[in-house]
């Protein structure tokens, strides 16, 4: 199947900093990627979906000055956790899925685990 | 709006079956997903359908009836690591296709 990797696996930072989560698709071309927050025994929540060439689509409720998605290439989605909070602690996922003929199937990345202390 | 609903936490022995049930109330419909989920890691695809049925592959089983709002994943000759969340996920009808997953449904084999 179809491979989907994730950058940094896991990452501590200080309050009031941000960081830049990568998400990329290894071996086809994703026009459009998810981005999931997972709270811990909580289900994934889709926070935006991110379009390559075009602005990200954000859910109801998730900031999108605080939540920075792009889309430079079709194998490459970056999200960016500006002036980071202890709340947004958390597991991200990204996620994609090859709109070829025939396929439905969305592939997940391992997921990156925040921490702000 | 999108709901789906499934039990919180099932508990099963080794070599058992379980049946996880999934319903679900969406304003569009393209598909039924059931993925698995250990602790600490991302979702694994498990099963999916989009027609009325049943979806075989191999110890796994998935079953759909779009006029009730029903499926259920049937999990056979449990192992122990077969422990994880199972999450049911309902794709929408938009260009974008996005999904959306239920709480997910945390089995605990035992001995």
């Known amino acids: 199947g179809a491979v989907v990797s994730q950058h940094p696996s896991w990452v501590i930072c200080k309050s009031g900093t941000s960081v830049k989560i990568e998400c990329r698709s290894l071996?086809?071309?994703?026009?459009?990627m998810f981005w999931y927050r997972q709270f811990p025994k909580q289900s994934l929540m889709l926070m935006a979906t991110?379009?390559?060439?075009?602005?990200?689509?954000?859910e109801q409720g998730v900031e999108k000055d605080k939540f920075l998605i792009n889309h430079a290439s079709l194998t490459l989605s970056t999200l960016t956790v500006t002036s980071a909070h202890p709340e947004d602690s958390s597991f991200y996922i990204c996620?994609?899925?090859?709109f070829g003929e025939g396929q439905y199937e969305q592939y997940f990345g391992p997921g990156t685990r925040l921490t702000v202390t | 709006g999108q709901n789906i609903d499934q039990p919180t936490e099932m508990t099963a022995t080794e070599g058992a079956i379980v049946q996880i049930n999934c319903t679900y109330q969406?304003?569009?419909?393209?598909?039924l997903f059931w993925y698995q989920q250990h602790a600490g890691e991302a979702p694994t695809f498990l099963s999916y359908?989009?027609?009325?049925g049943l979806e075989e592959k191999g110890r796994f089983s998935s079953f759909l009836s779009r006029s009730k709002g029903y499926s259920y994943l049937l999990l056979k000759e449990l192992q122990m690591k077969d422990s994880a969340s199972y999450l049911c996920?309902?794709?929408?009808?938009?260009?974008?296709?996005?999904?959306?997953f239920g709480k997910g449904t945390m089995l605990l084999v035992s001995p």
């Open positions: 996920a309902v794709r929408d009808g938009t260009g974008y296709s996005t999904l959306t």
């Open positions: 969406t304003s569009g419909f393209n598909g």
């Open positions: 991110s379009n390559e060439g075009s602005k990200a689509t954000y």
């Open positions: 071996d086809f071309q994703a026009t459009t």
């Open positions: 359908n989009v027609l009325d």
């Open positions: 996620s994609a899925r090859d």
